[in-house]
């Protein structure tokens, strides 16, 4: 049983230490549901948190998609392994090879490399088919199924437009036809436009905990951002997607949701995340996939602009939490919110990140360089027998965050190609980066928060 009235008060502290305005958390274990909201959902109406507060699920959104793809499989009208111009006859990269050859299991992967360079391509009914139109010139971060690196809104853009196309409806009506409704979903959304602002938590940001949390400047993601960002749900309701993984594809309410193949496709096709420590070290369909003692464990994640959400699903123990939050994120905040839970049901605790290997005698030439991507510069460099790693902010975001435009970090190694980046205020945690590649001595690559940056030449 779950001591929720501990677990409540652990979690109130928590917020207080975090400046995070509130959390709502959901346990599916066994088949039962427990759920329960801590804080307001925003700071300056005060107005509480409940189980029935919608939050942003950011990209966790991806595995909504992801599952509603599957049923298209299921239905034998795509391959994961046939080309995408295959349903997308038109579909032109600059890379000819890519334009060919990428596959809807390279998107899921996040292993298509193409770059995010869609433009701006509005807040109408065609905007996925109008990204797809923009990135004809769009060029590979590397080359294609070469590694791994996060795609944050047009991977699952280019599989919505699929989607699109064979179900002749825009991408939220296929949400809403193929999960939302035949799961009985009532409260979620894949559009700000649907979401009941009454029962909607407010983002925010904390420049300081003196100053507390702050409302945040953006409200929503772009429309872009659809497939891979823009659900809002409550955390029963994400618990009822964890509840598809866990029982072979019926939705709790009984529905056969995918097919149990498909369930098992996604759990167990997978490709290697170069930075395995921050999430796990594999990238399943839709999932990641993490490493726990004894145990394998599958993750789905998303922050937006101030809100942020957690699912893990422990399919040996019968188990899913899940936490939205109106503030971080935080990774040692949900780490020691969900060991609080994970404790007190007599199951395996998130491991703890790696220690620095004092003994590694590195050539630091080797992964010195600038690893750069459109709004995120990376600058490596060696001074003595240290590393550092300088990231520079866009001035305006720094600006807003009362920050500088470049702020230094030491890497301390883990191993030749991994290394911890240790915080440098109160309101950061340990990162992990992995740099590593190495071409002509030097590395080619940097991945950091799933993401990845090419050395320039």
Known sequence: MIDVPRIQARVTELLAEY???????????????????????????????TTDTVYQCGSMTKTWTALAFMQLVDEGKVDLDEPVRTYL????????????????????????????????PGEDDDVYERMIENIADAPQVFPLG?????????????????????????????MRDRLFDPMGLTSTNSWREQVDETRAATGHLIRSLDEGPIITPVDYLPRAFGPGGGITSTTREVLGMAHVFLTGGTAP??????????????????????????????WALGLIVCDWPGETVYASDGSTIGQNARLRILPDSNTAIAMLTNGGPRESFYHKVFNEILAGLGMVTIPDLPTPDTTLNLDLSRYEGVYERPGARHEVSAEGRKLYLTLVLDPMQAEFLQKPDRISYELLPVSETHFLMPPTDSLEDTQTVAIYDFADGAARYLHTNCRVHPRLK
Request: glycine letters at 10%.
């Open 146 to 174: 070469h590694t791994h690196g996060y795609s944050a809104a047009l991977g699952y853009a280019i599989l919505a437009r699929i989607l699109e196309v064979h179900d002749g409806a825009r991408w939220d009506d296929v």
């Open 89 to 120: 006859p038109g579909f032109t990269v600059a890379d000819p090879e890519a334009s060919a050859k990428v596959t809807p299991r390279h998107l899921l992967y996040h292993t298509n490399g193409i770059e995010e360079a869609y433009g701006n």
């Open 19 to 49: 400046g995070i305005p509130s959390a709502a958390i959901g346990v599916l274990h066994n088949g039962e549901f427990t759920e329960f909201a801590v804080g307001v959902m925003n700071v300056e109406t005060q107005e509480p948190a």
């Open 253 to 282: 309410n009984g529905k056969r949701v995918v097919s149990a193949e498909s369930i098992r496709e996604m759990m167990r096709s997978r490709v290697p995340v170069p930075d395995p420590y921050m999430f796990g070290p594999e």
